[in-house]
């Protein structure tokens, strides 16, 4: 049937190999044969020199290149194996599609995809090609996954492969955050969305899906959702996962900061993300000039992360703070544009003039920070009785 140059076979050899598939097909039992089909199973560990395997097709091939590719992965040779991979994934789809009213096949799936992204990037990464290269190629078969999951749209609740949708595109997400192709989630979210069972899916799948739909509407400046989703990921989060809680609060604090909520120097101090503490500190004094310097003293953090550009962002919430004080030690309705000019050349901003601090509080009061008008004859900034510094989650 076939036959293995490794003399020191476990349990049982090759033979054992072969009913371990043949054990998880033929009870119908797809965890148990996900479980052999993983990368990580022990069988995986061992050469097997193997010319076919003796399964009924397609399961003979998927098998067969399950094996090829953990034959690659002991060699280190990662592009092999990534090609490998690829034909299991290609064959599972043209099987899996052509399967009615059941979805045994689904915790196959979420194995064999996850382990496709993975060997793409160690692929990528070892042999010095482009990673972005190999992400498109699993985009690619994710998405023949997907349509086969989202297409089985009339089977009953309990067998439709549509429990499947979220896993996979999750994996779509990392792919196309890598490759910068956050476009392509739009109609992913969609499909999600509109969904029956969107709330049914297991809490790790919502977890991982709304921390990229959330960072997704953080980057297009829809901070009101980047908040509702970023928030859900943290509370939902196992609080064991301290890594990957830390993980989301790197997007959720700049996000709550934007809409003017401040985080704790506690919390700060517990997920070790003291970078953040300065800012904190600047934004609520309203000094530009400290903020400045505490981004660009971790600029490199900032940027690796990509949430640089919306720190910088917080300098309309930090000149609008300062703005903010200096209406309350006045305590008038009626500031001088010139006590402005002269916090801003104090804070370090010596080249602003009266031009250029009308034209600041112009864009302020037009963009809603401040209830109010100038008067440029008299060079005076008229605020509002009522609320003259509105609460910013009341217009961002």
């Known amino acids: 049937m076939f036959s293995s140059n ?34 990580n199973h022990p069988y995986s560990k061992h050469f097997w020199d193997i ?6 097709p397609p399961f003979d091939v998927i098998c067969f290149e399950h094996v090829q590719c953990c034959n690659a992965i002991l060699k280190k040779d990662y592009e092999t194996a990534f090609q490998h991979q690829s ?24 194995v064999i995809i996850k382990e496709l992204y993975f060997l793409g990037l160690k692929a990528g990464a070892n042999h ?13 078969l994710l998405m023949g996954v997907f349509r086969v999951c989202a297409g089985d749209s009339r089977t009953s609740l309990e067998f439709t492969k549509r429990w499947g949708m979220m896993t996979i595109i999750n994996l779509l997400f990392k792919c196309y955050f890598r490759t910068n192709k956050l476009h392509l989630c739009k109609p992913l979210i969609r499909t999600i969305e509109s969904s029956n069972i969107k709330d049914e899916y297991t809490i790790a799948d919502r977890v991982t899906y709304n921390y990229f739909v959330g960072k997704k509407y953080m980057y297009e400046n829809e901070f009101k959702g980047a908040n509702k989703c970023l ?43 003291t970078e953040f503490k300065d800012i904190v500190l600047s934004v609520k004094e309203g000094n530009i000039k400290t903020l400045n310097e505490s981004i660009e003293k971790n600029s490199g953090f900032f940027i690796k992360e990509g949430i640089y550009l919306v720190l910088e962002k917080l300098k309309v919430i930090t000149l609008r703070n300062l703005f903010k004080r200096i209406y309350m030690i006045k305590s008038s309705f009626q500031l001088d544009v010139s006590s402005f000019q002269c916090a801003l050349n104090f804070l370090g901003l010596e080249d602003v003039d009266g031009e250029e ?25 008229v605020v509002s009785k009522v609320t003259a510094f509105p609460k910013l989650n009341t217009f961002l």
């Not at 010319?51 to 009924?56: E, G, P, R, T």
């Not at 010095?128 to 690619?140: R, V, W």
């Not at 996000?255 to 919390?267: A, I, Q, R, T, W």
Request: charged share 25%.
């Open 6 to 39: 490794n003399g020191n076979n476990i349990g049982g050899g090759l033979k054992a190999l072969l009913n371990a598939f043949k054990e998880g097909l033929e009870n119908d039992d797809g965890r148990q044969f996900a479980t052999v089909m993983s990368i």
């Open 51 to 56: 010319k076919y395997i003796s399964l009924d």
């Open 87 to 110: 034909k299991v994934v290609q064959l599972f789809t043209k099987m899996f599609g052509t399967q009615k009213e059941d979805n045994w096949g689904l915790p196959l799936m979420s």
């Open 128 to 140: 010095g090609e482009n990673i972005a290269t190999k992400l498109d190629i699993c985009a690619d």
């Open 231 to 273: 928030s859900f990921a943290f509370e939902h989060c196992h609080k064991q996962s301290i890594k990957n809680k830390r993980k989301i609060l790197i997007y959720l604090i700049p996000v709550k900061m934007s809409l003017g909520n401040m985080p704790k120097l506690e919390l700060l101090q517990k997920y070790d993300l």
């Open 357 to 381: 601090t009308e034209c600041i509080l112009a864009n302020m009061i037009a963009d809603g920070y401040i209830k109010g008008y100038l008067s440029e004859q008299h060079k005076k900034m």
